[in-house]
């Protein structure tokens, strides 16, 4: 199945694979193989996989700034928003 007929499907999960130089293939395959078990395929779900290089991954700290590089540089419009640590205790009231 092609991407574009992938986007067509009414949930889509995109699942980036981000390091610092390129998967070798065996690692490649084994990650892929691991995160597809996570999505249950039908007619109106499915995933695409895609890979990423980024050589200074690890030159940063690790920060919600840092994480919002990441997901501009891979194509996500998704912004991490700063969480107010008050906030921690209306979720542990389940």
């Not at 193989?33 to 779900?45: E, G, Q, W």
């Not at 990441?70 to 991490?80: E, H």
Request: proline content about 0%; charged content about 30%; glycine content about 2%.
């Amino acid at each position: 199945m092609e991407e574009e007929d992938i986007n067509a499907i009414l949930n889509v999960f995109r699942i980036a694979l981000i390091n610092d130089e390129k998967l070798n293939e065996e690692d490649s395959f084994f990650l892929k193989s691991f995160f597809s078990d996570f999505v249950n395929n039908t007619n109106l779900t499915n995933f695409i996989i895609t890979e990423y290089i980024q050589e200074d991954l690890y030159d940063h700290e690790v920060n919600i700034k840092f994480f919002n590089k990441i997901l501009k540089d891979i194509g996500s419009n998704y912004i991490i928003e700063e969480f107010d640590e008050m906030n921690w205790i209306y979720l542990s009231q389940d």
